[in-house]
T-cell receptor
Framework: DSGVTQTPKHLITATGQRVTLRCSPR?????VYWYQQSLDQGLQFLIQ???????AKGNILERFSAQQFPDLHSELNLSSLELGDSALYFC???????????FGPGTRLTVL | QQQVKQSPQSLIVQKGGISIINCAYE??????FPWYQQFPGKGPALLIA?????SEKKEGRFTISFNKSAKQFSLHIMDSQPGDSATYFC??????????????FGKGTHLIIQP
């Protein structure tokens, strides 16, 4: 158990809909990262927040957005969902902006 | 553009043997190279990591070898056990403020240890 929690574990929705994934980092960690894992694209970095501020962006679509709240939990919002958005979404956390990243158990998103 | 190339895609090793997984990177600005282990239905778990100022790092049965001039690094699992059967990912990132801090992952190696 890494100490990173993610909810929900599974999410099934329809095309065009909007969903919110939630992540709580390990106690004391200030940095949160979001990743997408799919069979064709592998594990891809989406976005990073550090102490409430956006720090780095990866291959995140414009339909996706994220934020980190004052209590350091983070939410990833996915809108106008497409079939191709079906994937595992992982959150990771680290103490600083440059330290080892510890992954949560993931949210499996299925878009029908 | 695949910045971290991992091989092989799959690997079968006998119990007690040595498992070797290789990765090559393109961006010379990368300065942090971790390996992650992932079991089905679980998130990736940090196994071992190395920075380019050392050529080798060992933790228990796991060793990373790093060749900066060749831009390659590898994971060696000694005395491989059936419980090591999992998917292994190499990764790279900037850890010195030179760029984005997100990890760039290889495609993964599906390792099976036969009893």
């Amino acid at each position: 158990d890494s100490g990173v929690t993610q909810t929900p574990k599974h999410l099934i929705t329809a095309t065009g809909q909007r969903v919110t994934l939630r992540c709580s980092p390990r106690s004391g960690d200030l940095s949160v990262y979001w990743y997408q894992q799919s069979l064709d694209q592998g594990l891809q970095f989406l976005i990073q927040y550090y102490n409430g501020e956006e720090r780095a962006k990866g291959n995140i679509l414009e339909r996706f957005s994220a934020q980190q709240f004052p209590d350091l939990h983070s939410e990833l919002n996915l809108s106008s969902l497409e079939l191709g958005d079906s994937a595992l979404y992982f959150c990771a956390s680290s103490f600083g902006a440059h330290n080892e990243q510890f992954f949560g158990p993931g949210t499996r998103l299925t878009v029908l | 553009q695949q910045q971290v190339k991992q091989s092989p895609q799959s690997l079968i090793v006998q119990k007690g043997g040595i498992s070797i997984i290789n990765c090559a990177y393109e961006n010379t600005a990368f300065d942090y190279f971790p390996w992650y282990q992932q079991f089905p239905g679980k998130g990736p778990a940090l196994l071992i990591a190395i920075r380019p100022d050392v050529s080798e790092k060992k933790e228990g049965r796991f060793t990373i070898s790093f060749n900066k001039s060749a831009k390659q690094f590898s994971l060696h699992i000694m005395d491989s056990q059936p419980g090591d059967s999992a998917t292994y990912f190499c990764a790279a990132s900037f850890q010195s403020g030179g760029g984005a801090d997100g990890l760039t992952f290889g495609k993964g190696t599906h390792l099976i240890i036969q009893p």
